[in-house]
């Protein structure tokens, strides 16, 4: 088997009638047919091929076949966004009274999809500590269908040993669902572990450089077939350009992620211990809770630093409004390093207790280190600082 990278770049390419090396777009919502009798069969699902923008297109076509093979799963679906995916995963296999068993450190969104949109359908949810996850058979109940992880956290980058989770979900018969847009494909691969699903906001570090939204949804052929008939019938499609954008960035995501991760770890240690920083957290450092379960299941350890600054949120709107270089943004996985306020922006709708929970203090400082030289992004978090 080839490796990451050339799998990357040379799966699902699909060149132009004009013999072009570069994959075309396919701009279209609809595609034609031969003949009746070709029509009735793809409606039928008796034979493969295109129907419908909606329901697939070749551009989703081609990133699929390049995500599948990164995860190592048996097939995908694509959506418009990653809360599509979320939301997707969730919702295209859960019934009225079923429930969930997630892990306290969500995405702000994920959370409120948990606590303020699916108890109106019957689905509710329980969640666990992270750091007393070894304890959680404690919480499931007769109805729990799903274990919902994500794992590095946002923002927290807490994270959960796979190999347990994997094991935990075969013995209660769960549907394992890891959110694993921190670590991307490349960093790690939930269902070697033994994930059913693999959700991302390919938003991020999958396209890298900000320009469109798209998410992933990857797993087993049987609950993909499940997830694939949702979407075909409420429409969370991804626009065939967006998919062609993924597609290509998927060809530059190990180099891409191989300099965010050096960076990240070189930022990371040069600031632990600051004067005006309680903590510097990165998982690869030494100092991480969870070191050893970050050196077991990933690559490197990511893109993203937090940084808890002493004098909290006064001290953390002085120190970006005092940035020069990095932006100020809510999105992250970007090539321009971007700093965030989760307090007060992106975690915003958690209750203090909440985000307290989560170890989202009010001077924490997220930090998605990007691919400019290390030195200048250090030296603009210095002078800020």
Known sequence: MAHFETQAIRAGAQPSNAAGH?????????????????????????????????????????????????????????????MAAMFGSIAALLSQGDHILASRSLFGSTHQLLTRVFPRWGIT?????????????????????????????????????????????????????VD????????????????????????????GQGRVLGGLILGSKELIEQVRFFARHTGPSISPFNAWILDKSMETLAVRMDRHCENALKIARHFEGHAKIN?????????????????????????????????????????????????????????????????????????PEERERVQITPGLIRLSVGLEHVDDIIADIEQAL
């Open 125 to 177: 949810s329980t969640y666990g500590d992270i750091a007393d996850y070894k304890n959680w058979a404690a919480l499931l109940k007769p109805t729990t269908k799903m274990l919902f992880l994500e794992t590095p956290s946002n923002p927290g980058l807490e994270l959960i040993d796979l190999e347990w989770a994997g094991n935990f979900a075969r013995e209660h018969g769960l549907i394992l669902v």
């Open 180 to 207: 694993n847009c921190f670590a991307t494909p490349y960093l790690q691969q939930p269902a070697k572990w033994g994930a059913h699903l693999v959700t991302h906001s390919a938003t991020k570090f999958i396209d």
């Open 22 to 82: 570069s994959s075309p777009i396919h701009l279209t919502s609809s595609f034609t047919f031969d003949s009746a009798e070709q029509a009735r069969a793809l409606f039928a699902e008796e034979q493969e091929g295109q129907i419908y923008s909606r329901y697939a297109n070749p551009n989703t076509s081609s990133l699929l076949e390049k995500v599948c093979l990164a995860e190592g799963t048996e097939d995908g679906m694509v959506t418009a966004s990653g």
């Open 279 to 351: 903590r510097v957290n990165y998982p690869f450092l030494e100092s991480h809770p969870q070191y050893a379960v970050a050196v077991k299941q990933m690559r490197h350890g990511g893109g993203i630093v937090t940084l808890d600054l002493k004098e909290g949120a006064a001290a953390a709107a002085a120190f970006i409004d005092r940035l020069k270089m990095i932006s100020f943004t809510a999105n992250l996985g970007d090539a321009r390093s971007i700093v965030t306020h989760p307090a007060s922006t992106t975690h915003s709708k958690l209750s």
